[in-house]
DNA sequence: ACATCGTCCTGCGCGC
DNA sequence: TGCGCGCAGGACGATG
């Protein structure tokens, strides 16, 4: 589920919660979403959560003693703040207890989710993560353009190539191209100089309409306070194979790329 | 370097 | 109402 701007929203909730705070204990209720899960209670222990950042879908807690504690929710992960004494979620995988009797969940039905620990002086150079290109959010157009120029294949799997630029999912993908009005079957290697700068100008808009919006809440998102966001309410394509286009009203036509779902205007996207 | 496929899982909505 | 099926926003590894 989450791509860039719904890690954001969580990001955004999570700071004031856990900077500065201890985590009093870690609770791994699903051995095979988490790495070296013995070793990560022994050390998530009594640590204090110094910042948290977000690069790409992934999702950062700096700890003290060089410790980063690395999250990426997948299709169906969650990020929640509950009290100890409240109800547990459905599908809690891990727990990190806090102070206040608060407690930080990961909820995740599929279990697609990702949890591991690294160095945080060496993050960068972890295996899950030294592939990434930049973050999508930030990166400049000048590196945006001389990364696409590196490119082959379809415009989608580019955009959704996280060592391309770090962050774009389904999503945000399809509404890029139609931000564009270009085919999202198109070849890289076929746009012009003021097609890829206006790639790199409409996959920023895109991602900076999804923070405003508070992510999209297809099914699975909600933020951390269990609030829904609203950017479902003005996709342009994504999700809407079969109904007019807002733009020009001819109906959206849907394909696979790379196994995954893509819907685009055949008249507006060229 | 790229494309395709299978895999990890559970839940949901749809058609019958 | 119940059942089976296909689909789901991601990423990795194997294979060609």
């Known amino acids: 589920m989450p791509e860039l701007p719904e890690v954001e929203t969580i990001l955004t909730a999570l700071k004031p919660v856990t900077i500065g705070q201890r985590i009093v204990r870690t609770e791994v209720l699903r051995q095979s979403m988490v790495q070296e899960p013995l070793k990560i209670k022994r050390l998530v222990k009594n640590i204090r959560v110094l910042d948290l950042r977000r690069h790409g879908k992934y999702l950062f807690i700096n700890l003290e003693n060089n410790l980063t504690l690395v999250l990426h929710l997948r299709m169906s992960g969650r990020l929640a703040v509950r009290k100890i004494s409240d109800a547990e979620f459905r599908h809690e995988r891990l727990r990190l207890v806090l102070q206040k009797n608060l407690v930080l969940v990961f909820n995740d ?95 920023i808009a895109t991602l900076k309409k999804g923070i405003r919006n508070r992510g999209t809440s297809i099914s699975d998102f909600l933020g951390l306070h269990g609030k829904p966001g609203i950017n479902q309410n003005s996709l342009s394509v994504y999700g809407r194979k079969g109904r007019p286009c807002r733009s020009c009203g001819t109906i959206l036509k849907s394909t696979k790329i790379q196994q995954r779902t893509t819907v685009w205007c055949p008249e507006c996207q060229r």
Not at 121 to 134: E, M, Q, T
Not at 144 to 162: E, M, T
């Open 109 to 203: 039905p599929r279990t697609l989710g990702r949890i591991f620990l690294a160095p945080t002086d060496s993050l960068a150079s972890h295996p899950r993560l030294k592939l990434l290109g930049p973050d999508a959010l930030t990166v400049s157009q000048r590196k945006f353009i001389d990364r696409l120029k590196a490119r082959k294949g379809v415009l989608k799997a580019v955009l959704l190539n996280q060592s391309f630029v770090a962050g774009i999912g389904n999503i945000y993908a399809d509404e890029t191209c139609f931000r564009t009005r270009l085919d999202p079957r198109r070849k890289v290697q076929t746009l012009s100089k003021p097609e890829r700068e206006k790639l790199h100008r409409a996959a």
